[in-house]
């Protein structure tokens, strides 16, 4: 019964090397990932202008929040969705974020953020997220363990960033499709 999990963790460490090189921007060879790995994903010393306000209103899920504002400015959607624990925070990040627009209908965002506690079925948010990808929008999944579906649905529908907490699904149709396995 022990031997699977063994196997599995022995797997972890070996592709720990790659996540390493791949988490620092080696071996991307997509200019547009390696752009995001690099001067988004990972946290550096300077400081975006809601960080103050994210660290004094949210000082539990700050890590999370500030990934997502990195995100938001990066990215530029226009509208975003969020579903979960994450939605009024992300509600009030939105402003900060080149000026995009809170909307109701999560298959309409050009960005959509499911966290944990997601009120909604499994088959509307798969829809959802079909939907938004399949418009050249951007899928965030804070806590991926708990929508194991979700995951191969964005898989399959965009440009993967995996962390093996949060999985982030670029659904643009000039991207190839591939997955990077990351530490960030």
């Known amino acids: ?107 309409k965002a050009d960005m959509l953020i499911i966290s944990s506690g997601a009120a909604e079925p499994l088959e509307l948010l798969e829809k959802s997220v079909a939907g938004v990808l399949m418009n050249n929008g951007t899928v965030v999944v804070t806590d991926i363990k708990q929508f194991p579906t979700l995951q191969s649905l964005i898989n399959r529908l965009s440009m993967t960033f995996y962390n093996r907490r949060l999985l982030i699904g670029v659904g643009r149709r000039d991207l190839p499709r591939q997955h990077f396995d990351l530490f960030f």
Request: proline fraction near 8%; aromatic fraction near 12%.
């Open 1 to 107: 019964m022990r031997l699977p999990r063994k196997i599995k963790q022995s797997k972890a460490w070996l592709k720990a090397p790659a996540r390493w090189r791949h988490s620092k921007g080696f071996g991307i060879h997509s200019p547009f990932a390696y752009d995001l790995i690099v001067n988004t994903l990972r946290e550096h010393n300077y400081r975006y202008y809601a960080y103050s306000y994210i660290d004094n209103s949210y000082p539990s899920q700050r890590k999370v929040l500030k990934l997502l504002l990195r995100l938001m400015c990066r990215l530029t959607p226009k509208s975003i969705a969020s579903v979960g624990e994450l939605s009024a925070p992300v509600a009030r990040l939105a402003p900060y974020a080149s000026g995009a627009q809170p909307v109701d209908l999560p298959e």
